[in-house]
């Protein structure tokens, strides 16, 4: 079974960064997709980036060009999701996930993980 787990999430300020982790496990090394997806309060859960096994090709949100980086440590079997000059419009949960379907902002991965909580403070 795929088992994902996020870490990272905390409350930081404005203008400042954070890195999101995911430990995945339960995978094999054939193509794969893996993103990472955010849900604000009262809202649907978007895709943020997303990544194909490899990191020959990535899908960013335009609002988050520039400022996010997705990027994956197979030796370690961990998706990054790095966050700079973070803003309120970034507060949200963020959910990693993995799947062999497309590998685009809207797809369902399939294999999601709990979530972390990305928090900006005024």
């Known amino acids: 079974q795929v088992q994902l787990v996020e870490s990272g999430g905390g409350s930081v300020q404005a203008g400042v960064s954070l890195r999101l982790s995911c430990l995945v496990s339960?995978?094999?090394?054939?193509?794969?997709?893996m993103g990472w997806f955010r849900q604000a309060p009262g809202k649907e859960r978007l895709g943020v980036a997303t990544?194909?096994?490899?990191?020959?090709?990535?899908y960013l949100t335009d609002s988050v060009e520039g400022c996010f980086t997705i990027s994956q440590d197979n030796a370690k079997n961990t998706l990054y999701l790095q966050m700079t000059n973070l803003e309120r419009g970034e507060a949200a949960i963020y959910y990693c996930?993995?799947?062999?379907?497309?590998?685009?902002?809207?797809?369902?991965?399939?294999?999601w993980g709990q979530g972390t909580q990305g928090a900006v403070s005024s």
């Open positions: 996930a993995l799947g062999a379907g497309p590998c685009w902002l809207g797809s369902d991965l399939g294999d």
């Open positions: 339960g995978y094999t090394y054939s193509s794969y997709c």
């Open positions: 990544i194909y096994a490899g990191g020959s090709t990535t």
